[in-house]
């Protein structure tokens, strides 16, 4: 069965690009054409044929032969005109070719990845690549992707192997001093692996939330200018702003850059006593967020006196923040100099820039960039840390007796690093990886 796709943006453009791979590639390719040779690697310009004989368009194709493709499979990328008509027809013009069929979110790159062009961390890279927005997300996502990254990996599992063996070769004999031996020449070795997976874990920290972003929760009572706020940050209507108290009732988003970082901001429901079923439910919904963000702004009316129950929620990743300061009746904040409120106007335009660059200083301070870091994902950290959690079970053991056991401890080890890179079988995390492709990946 043969897959085809639009590779490129779906949209009106100049260009567009539709990608067909597998064994029917170069039999479509020859009909579309109605080339009787097509040579590879070769930009050839074609006008293109349905099937009958009227013409879809004149453009560019390249054969690309296997194994030397994108997918490992025979592929034809053709290049046309990115009209939203003619990228139509033309994928309909190939859904009427036998054993063809339009291409699943991320096959073509779920192909190369079990035809072994890639791995499965290149996968993973590859999709954050893609989706990248900050330069931060573009250099993380290209330095995990590098072959050397890989290395780095099957060099640590191929060491493990390695130890693995001789303890499987002693299982064979039962000289109690050869068992002692293979203990004590492999646990300096053992450590040395153990040592280079925990400093790669600690370099990865922040990794994730260089790919997600960086989480800002904005909390206070009703009516303290939440809504406000986050719509000033974002310079557009995102949050619906009234002055009934408890309008906002679920976590608003908004996304925008900061210093080269994803931030994502939320506006939440007042915190308050409410009778509310929904209201309520809005203020479970901040309780809870506020477990996950990485840095809380607390927003109160200087007009009103500041609830100190909200306030016991303040801890070093928070910022104190005072509005409404254009109106000049106040209740006086006693403990100005513990928390070092931020005093702004939303309405005005006061303070704002002011609250932005301590919203990045804190960012900056709170999350330390690792340029050496290869890790991108959980999943990558869960492996390491439970292959460094079966090594020190392994290094416990120290007798002839428990050598079936260190070598278990081993041979788990050696999968959770096999499962980061694809070693091992994987096909669980397959669906959950390539659903977060476009169609024509």
Known sequence: MSIFALATAPGISGLAVIRVSGKEALKVAKTITKFKKIKARIANFSTFYDSKNRIIDKGIFIFFPKPNSYTGDDVVEFHVHGSNAVVKYFLEVLSKFKNCRLAKPGEFTKTALLNKKINLLQAESLIDLINSETELQRTQALRVM?????????????????????YEAVIDFSDDEVGDSVFFNNRDKLLKINDKIREIIQRSQNSEKIREGFKVSIIGPTNSGKSSLINCLAKRPVSIVSNIPGTTRDLIEASIMLDGKLVRFFDTAGLRRSKNLIEKKGISLTTENLKISDLKLFLFDHTQKIDKKILKLFDQKSILVLNKVDIKT???????KIYKPIKISVKKNIGI??????????????????EDNIISRQRHVKSLENAVFFIEKCLKKNSINQIDLAAEDLRLA????????????????????????????
């Open 146 to 166: 590098n072959d050397d990254t890989t290395k780095v990996y099957n060099n640590l599992r191929t060491d493990l192997i390695k130890i693995l063996a001789d």
């Open 414 to 441: 050696v999968r959770n690093l096999g499962e980061i890179v694809g070693f091992v079988n994987v096909e669980e995390l397959l669906d959950k990886i390539f659903k977060d492709f476009c169609i024509g990946k």
């Open 330 to 336: 106040s209740k006086k904040f006693s403990d100005n």
């Open 353 to 370: 820039s002011k609250l932005i660059d301590e919203i990045s200083k804190k960012i900056a301070n709170h999350f330390k960039v690792n």
